[in-house]
């Protein structure tokens, strides 16, 4: 064991961001520390709903990458990597789905058909960031599409452009679940998200929310406080004469809803920029400096959707046998302006911005490893805020005729039950998960996520997936800048951290 140090540190949420701070600073001698958290279950947004017995997870769902992956080696110590993953190839590139797209008319289409646009689009998303010129992924999109048609004039005939249309607004909406926000043109080409070598797409065995729930058993009992939201921190506002060394007076005190204070000599906050966002005018006492609020709203914060729908039975494993890799991963639909359907159990009548209604455009269908009964459908920002409070019969009952109007070919059963994610409306999150902006400015990157004070006296500080450069929006991301944060706080008080968070767990 390191050294003892006798600070006190309060970390508020305990997401994986601050689960992993806690159990960093308690291993590697800081023990005084104490995890506040709003809700009445630790995870934060890792969140399953249990279907046929296990867990779906309603949040994080899949690792990103393997190489230099700190969750991947976790679950792989924990021997919760599932061989199946191994025979699915989904490493290519972000859209890389099964070769079976439907279009809106009930017909089905080889990949091949699009196969000439989609790796084009797919470079623009996957290309180094362009250096600062604040190009948003909008603009590059659209630019490579119509160099794509100027290229093809004359050899696409009306029929084949509407499929291209289609095509590339299924691509659109990849993109926008991927980053959570609808506004492609808000989505800055300038990301610094490194892609980790290995698959893009790894399941976990008992779910993401399983490894939470394993690292989380390793803090001490007693450190964490659920159902216990904090309301405010007042912190000095100016550094202290005696940053670190000063013991006795603690620089901050934590106040939570429930009246109780904590006083702390460090405050590590790991909400959401969402409710960073809504609340740190009266969460901060004294206010953030202004350039750190600003790099706060100047941060992407948006919102996606996914539903699970249940069946009695896999009514798509016919398509195992006939696809290449015997593996049938996912329909993606393709919506053809002239055949927009008529989706009777749509009671709501609700339409988008675009005058769309909030079902047009589901763009991929996806089968599950974890639950072979299940399909995975996912919903862009303004589908989710449409359908978030419309009932889970109705939006089943629409999501089943959409099936039905795309698949054709063999009958779409009823599904047994529906479940579905509420993010929007959780005011402990409010949202999915971060984005680059276009409206990020350079100077936003100095203060975004900076200690205050200042590093030298880093009376509160931040972690969580948004501050991860390399990893934004991720669950490793969340998980590494958790690590980071309390690696800083140990090295100022001149600890050398020995235990890693994998040291913790075993099989
Ligand atoms: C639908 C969805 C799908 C996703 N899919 C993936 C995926 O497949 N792979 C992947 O890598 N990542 C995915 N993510 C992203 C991943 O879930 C997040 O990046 C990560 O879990 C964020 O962790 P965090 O600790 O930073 O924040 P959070 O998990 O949000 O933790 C913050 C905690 O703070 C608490 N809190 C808020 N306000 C207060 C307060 N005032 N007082 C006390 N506590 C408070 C909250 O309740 C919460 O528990 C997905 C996210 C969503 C929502």
Redesign the pocket.
Known sequence: MATQNNSKVVV???????VSAALKLVYNGIPDVTL????DYI????KAAMIDGSPAD???????GRTGNPVYEIAAKLKRIPFAVSINPREESLTNPGNIFYTSSGHKIQRDEVNDLIPLLDEVVEEEPTDGNGKSVQEALESVYSKFLSDNEGKINPAKKEVYEAAYRWFSKYIQVDNATDDLSLLSCDSEYVVLPGDRFTDVDNGMSGLVATLAEQLPPGVVQLN????RIDWTGEETDNPIQSSGSKPVRVTCENGNTIEADHVIV???IG?LKA?HKTLFQPLLPVPVQEAVEHTGFGL?G?IFLQFEEAFWEDYRESTQDNYFESYELLWLDSHLPTIQSDKSKRKTKSGHPWWYGFHSVETMYSHPKVLEMWLTTEQTELSDDLSDEEVMAVCTDVLRAFIKDFPVPDPLAIYR?K?FNNP??RG??SYASTQFRKQDKKHFGRPVPSYQDPQVLFA??AYSKEFQ??????LI??DNTADLLLSKHGLKPQTKLIDLVSP
């Open positions: 508020i949420g305990a997401g994986i961001a601050g506040l958290e709003a809700q995870g934060g947004r890792v309603l949040g994080a769902q899949f690792i990103h216990t939201p904090v309301s790991t909400i959401s409710c609340t996606i996914k994610t993010w402990y999150i999915t998960y969580g997936e929006s991720t669950f490793h991301g969340a800048s958790g």
